[in-house]
């Protein structure tokens, strides 16, 4: 059997697998990274969506053997400690989430649309997302929440001084 090396979640893993098996197979039944859905096995639905290499792929479209020496994020892999990803927050503040089946794979391909369109127009949301089906929300308000979360994250990425909250008064003189 082939042996891989892939790294999910900054930890890096090696392993035997048949060169049949789907990276979601990998990454729910041998890393327990069940936080990663299966909702059709067929590439229609995205809930089986991670970032490979930076971009998102939907898992059960990829053999585990084509993520060999690759970088796999999943939905696990967006908090740091105790703190949410801002996108995670968004959903949350939003409620942008029923059942919470397409949740992970929402995550992580609105975080992946960002990454050409940093501040999308609701259109460009609905567009983005559109390998993402959800059966429970009617969108909207998973798309309030891709904005909210874009505005979020471009906050936490600009210069601390163009911060209005983190911006200092000047010393009473
Ligand atoms: S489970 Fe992968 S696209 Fe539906
Ligand atoms: S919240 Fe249920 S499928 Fe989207």
Known sequence: ???????????????????????????????????????????????CTVTLDGRSAKSCSVLAVQADGSEVVTIEGLARGQEWHPMQEAFHAEHALQCGYCTPGMIMAAIDLLKDDPDPSEEAVRRGLEGNLCRCTGYSNIVRAVQRGAREMARQEAPRETRPETRQEAPAS
């Open 1 to 47: 059997m082939p042996r891989i090396t892939v790294s999910v979640d900054g930890v890096t893993y090696e392993e035997e697998v048949e060169p049949r098996l789907l990276l979601v197979h990998l990454l729910r039944d041998r890393l327990g990274k069940t936080g990663t859905p299966i909702g059709c096995d067929t590439g229609n639905c995205g809930a």
